[in-house]
């Protein structure tokens, strides 16, 4: 309380092995294939842990003063691996540059900044999540630091756009999903 802090909550569901509890995936439709239901299921899971972390935010009186950031490293597994999720229209999945591999969630709830159930259509990547959150928090980037990223406060606040032209990535290994460099 009164100061700062950043805390990171990194699930590992939904992510391979696909695990799931057996109740949970019983409990879904059956004529859904048995990879879709476990996906859902470990979907549901992270769902309830993330739903844990906004109660204690709220119960704690910490909400209003808490930025949550909500995003994943990859498109849906729909893919060589298997396919229990659909990226469609996009083409590929995780693993793959075509859009499918990199489009992802992103959602921000920040009390003040951000207007509840509004959607913004500028392209970011999660190299942009470091200097929003330096300056969210108050801090400073040092000049000699390189950053790739750039502060979404303008997108946030609704208040501007980005200055950036365009997004690059570079994958310069063969995966197990398909991709390739």
């Known amino acids: 309380r009164g100061r700062p802090l950043f805390l990171w909550v990194s699930l590992n569901a939904p992510h391979t092995p696909m695990q799931a509890p057996a109740a949970a995936v019983a409990a879904l439709p059956s004529s859904w294939p048995r990879e879709v239901r476990t996906y859902a299921a470990m979907v549901e899971a992270m769902d309830e842990h993330i739903g844990d972390v ?15 950031c909500f995003t994943s490293d990859n498109g849906g597994l729909s ?54 959150l330096v300056k969210a928090g108050g801090g400073k980037i040092q000049r000699r630091m390189i950053v790739d990223g750039v502060d979404l406060m303008p997108l946030l606040s609704g208040k501007g756009d980005l200055k950036r032209d365009s997004l690059y990535w570079h994958y310069p290994h063969y995966s197990n999903q398909g991709g390739f460099p």
Do not use: A, H
């Open 54 to 68: 906004l109660s204690f935010l709220k119960t704690s009186g910490l909400e209003q003063n808490t930025i949550v």
């Open 79 to 132: 893919t060589s691996e298997g396919s229990p999720t659909s990226n469609l229209p996009l083409r590929g999945g995780k693993g793959w540059t075509y859009e499918g591999g990199i489009r992802e969630p992103f959602l921000v709830r920040w009390p003040g900044v951000t207007s509840e159930n509004s959607v913004c259509d500028v392209p970011v990547m999660s190299l942009d999540l470091f200097p929003t």
